[in-house]
Nanobody, 120 residues
């Protein structure tokens, strides 16, 4: 079983920066993708940023140029560095990972989510 622990949510002023962190632990064999999603009130959950095992990164258009997704593969850690935050970035942010467990079975796991509120 794989667990995700997120940290770093909070209240941030518009235009400010903030960093989220997600650590995966448990029966991990390898991770294919580590991602951040977010869900704002009344909206569907959407992809924010995704990093593949080979380092390929995908950003949503709404955060491109403002957010980055640093990763430490050896520590199964992924972060979300958020810069020039806007009120519309307010959402619950979820870490999501896909990979193989130590038994070589596919798995996917969501974190519990962490609230980020950007004040105007």
């Amino acid at each position: 079983q794989v667990q995700l622990v997120e940290s770093g949510g909070g209240l941030v002023p518009s235009g400010g920066s903030h960093r989220l962190s997600c650590v995966a632990s448990g029966r991990i064999g390898s991770l294919h993708f580590m991602s951040w999603y977010r869900q704002a009130p009344g909206k569907q959950r959407e992809l924010v940023a995704k990093i593949a095992n080979d380092g390929t990164i995908t950003y949503s258009d709404s955060v491109k140029g403002r957010f980055t997704i640093p990763r430490d593969s050896a520590k199964y850690t992924v972060e979300l560095q958020m810069n020039r935050l806007r009120p519309e970035d307010t959402a619950v942010y979820y870490c999501y990972v896909e990979g193989l467990d130590s038994g070589l079975y596919d798995f996917e796991q969501w974190g519990p989510g962490t609230q980020v509120t950007v004040s105007s």
